[in-house]
């Protein structure tokens, strides 16, 4: 096969960033890639990208020019002449579809959202047949796929998108007399919750006997001024870091001794799998694929999204007995080399490939 992979842009973030390890599970089983995105935005996906050996074509243009976006994308189809059409988030999607029609091409469309727009959900849902397989990125997604969009399921596959690497980097255990080190990962956007955060910690300020600690929130995005007024008008400067965007994020997570993740809805997450395969717990929002993956009071805490009253009784139990920290990433650690293992990741992908060949539009 011939694939086209189409990607909505190169921006840092959890759909563009796996996408050397799916092609790759392309490329090994003997196939031909080349990623079209439809706009650069941050661009910070584009160099790993290039790293593995991609070609990757960018188009000059912004994130709702549209037609201008098709004109492009057919172009560019044309020239480079695919069997196979993959896609990813939904204006992607939506072009590739109208692309594969043209061209007579089958499409694979990933689904990578586990709250989509009204808008997006409406017309992904009539247009679910000009794809020949959808793909959730986690069981939770899948699931959702299912009944958002109405797929039948010999048209629906799960590949989660990210694998454990058992090499990768291990935070060290908290030491008394330390302070316990709190990180999050991600873009300083209101869906992920920072704000909340940010309010739970000023309420651990009536928690008695608790162990110094900081929290670093390692990202960038348009959230940064609000976030930074909230931590003046909380006195929470001394305790919050927003260092901006991470590229070193294995040896960020290293660096602490649990990790947060108050998002308001989520798809996978791949911070917060990324932080158990570090052996960090986690306290996250009950959303998306999170509460198949935290187990309370063994991986981490779960507590519902927008409530910094619960997240900061959650908090206060994990900082009140620092020492159980380790012990349970270790649980969370094994759980994920388990459960995501590069095995599985490759086997799901093969399964995927194997249906795809053998679909027409």
Known sequence: MRIAYLINSTEGGGAAFPVPAITGVFRNAGHEVAVFALTRRDGRAIKPMQDAGLDVRIRDGGRKDHLAALFWLKQQMDAWRPTHIWTSLTRATLLGQIIGQMRGVPVASWQHSARLRPPNGTLLRLRRNASCLWLGDSRYVTDITRQQLHIPSERLLCWPIFHARPTALQSRPWMRGEPVRLGSLGRLHPVKGFDTLCLALARLRQAEALPPFHLTLAGEGEERPALEALIRENGLSEQISLPGF????????????????????????????????????????????????????????????????????????????????????????????????????????????????????
């Open 246 to 361: 991470c590229e070193r994020t294995e040896q960020f997570l290293a660096d602490q001794h649990l990790y947060l993740q108050p998002s308001h809805w989520e798809g996978f997450c791949m911070g917060a799998h990324e932080a158990m395969q570090a052996g960090l717990p986690v306290i996250a929002s009950a959303v998306g694929e999170l509460t198949h993956s935290i187990r309370n009071g063994v991986t981490g805490w779960t507590v519902p999204p927008k409530d910094p009253d619960a997240l900061a009784q959650a908090l206060a139990t994990a900082l009140s007995q620092p020492e159980q920290l380790a012990p349970m990433g270790q649980a969370g650690r094994n759980y994920v080399l388990t459960q995501f293992s590069e095995q599985a990741f490759t086997r799901a992908g093969e399964a995927a490939l194997q249906k795809f060949a053998s679909l027409t539009p």
